[in-house]
């Protein structure tokens, strides 16, 4: 139920919202990684990155650049894969791109 979005390697990954950095590292299949927990059960994954700039515990604002595109793990070709979880169920990120992961 993830979203991949095809973008050239090294492009700019940002933050749907604010929130705290859950995990920032190396998770299998999906490569490098970020999650983030944006409060009111929602959290976002990005995956398959080249490169990360948060660390977990961190507090991030909407917009702010957390990572690059890459093709870690899993992948085919250089893109974003994004998630949306309602408390730990995943939703469709189409339904929340462009609102405040808040309730």
Same mark, same amino acid.
């Given at each position: 139920?993830?979203?991949?979005?095809?973008?050239?390697?090294?492009?700019?990954?940002?933050?749907?919202?604010?929130? @705290?950095?859950?995990?920032?590292?190396?998770?299998?299949?999906?490569?490098?990684?970020?999650?983030?927990?944006?409060?009111?059960?929602?959290?976002?994954?990005?995956?398959?990155? =080249?490169?990360?700039?948060? =660390?977990?515990?961190?507090?991030?604002?909407?917009?702010?650049?957390?990572?690059?595109?890459? =093709?870690?793990?899993?992948?085919?070709? &250089?893109?974003?894969?994004?998630?949306?979880?309602?408390?730990? @169920?995943?939703?469709? &990120?189409?339904?929340?791109?462009?609102?405040?992961?808040?309730?």
């Amino acid at each position: 139920r993830g979203q991949d979005m095809a973008k050239a390697a090294g492009s700019a990954i940002k933050a749907a919202d604010g929130g @705290t950095v859950l995990f920032a590292g190396w998770s299998g299949s999906y490569g490098y990684m970020v999650d983030i927990d944006h409060g009111g059960g929602f959290t976002t994954r990005y995956a398959h990155c =080249s490169d990360i700039y948060v =660390s977990a515990g961190e507090k991030v604002y909407q917009g702010k650049i957390i990572a690059a595109v890459g =093709s870690t793990g899993v992948s085919s070709g &250089p893109h974003l894969h994004f998630e949306v979880r309602k408390y730990g @169920t995943l939703v469709n &990120p189409a339904a929340y791109i462009g609102v405040q992961y808040r309730e």
